[in-house]
């Protein structure tokens, strides 16, 4: 089994729709992420979570909200989808330390498409 | 602001050719530097890293020198395979500061048989 399980892998829905991806690691990390993956622009963080009581903004988080349930999960909503949110979502891991020296760990990714 | 430059893609090599990706980079301090790859249907993984000026990453036969004055970190590998088809990502990290995980636009490489 994967280190880092997000799900669903893939998602198709429409626009106005609320839609919430989950991640769920057992490599006991202490810090989280949300990243988005467009084709040409690479990886945008959406959100990042130091501990279950840090949640912090990233380069693009309009548009979205976190909940950090415990150490382990870190889940991301649309609270109402839009086209342009038409993506691939992934969410990464760090211990502590890697953290600042950027070494993160990757879920398989969750393609979500909003029409 | 930070920021990370690749070269475009897709790059398409036969097995056994030299690879070169290149990639640039502005930062406003001293910047850790990595190479992430993406295989097909998978989530990035660490590939290599330099943490400072001069230092050489190394892994699966890939290598990348940090070069301050150039302010370069190209990838290198004397003799790809069929296996190293995938999507590269060279990413900066500027010390203490772990949300600042600035990426490329990632580099596609196809290596055919």
């Known amino acids: 089994d994967a280190d880092v399980t997000q799900t669903p892998r893939n998602r198709i829905t429409k626009t106005g729709k609320r839609i919430m991806l989950e991640c769920s690691q057992t490599?006991?990390?202490?810090?989280m992420y949300w990243y988005r993956q467009d084709p040409g622009l690479g990886l945008r963080l959406i959100y990042y979570?130091?501990?279950?009581?840090?949640?912090n903004k990233g380069e693009i988080s309009d548009g979205y909200s976190v909940s950090r349930q415990a150490q382990a999960k870190f889940s991301l909503s649309l609270e109402s989808a839009i086209p342009n949110q038409t993506a691939l979502y992934f969410c990464?891991?760090?211990?502590?330390?890697?953290?600042?020296?950027?070494?993160?760990?990757f879920g398989e990714g969750s393609r979500l498409t909003v029409l | 602001g930070n920021s990370v430059t690749q070269m475009e893609g897709p790059v398409t090599l036969s097995e056994e050719a030299f690879l070169t990706i290149n990639c640039t980079y502005t930062a406003t301090g001293y910047p850790s530097l990595f190479w992430y790859v993406q295989y097909p249907g998978e989530g990035l993984q660490l590939l290599l890293k330099a943490t400072k000026a001069d230092d050489k990453g190394s892994n699966k036969g890939f290598e990348a020198t940090y070069r301050k004055e150039t302010t370069s970190f190209h990838l290198e590998k004397g003799s790809v395979q069929v296996s190293d088809s995938a999507v590269y990502f060279c990413a900066l990290s500027l010390s203490g500061s772990a949300r600042q995980l600035t990426f490329g636009s990632g580099t596609q490489l196809t290596v055919l048989p």
């Open positions: 990464a891991t760090s211990e502590r330390t890697g953290g600042s020296t950027g070494e993160l760990f």
């Open positions: 490599k006991g990390h202490d810090r």
């Open positions: 979570s130091f501990d279950v009581k840090d949640i």
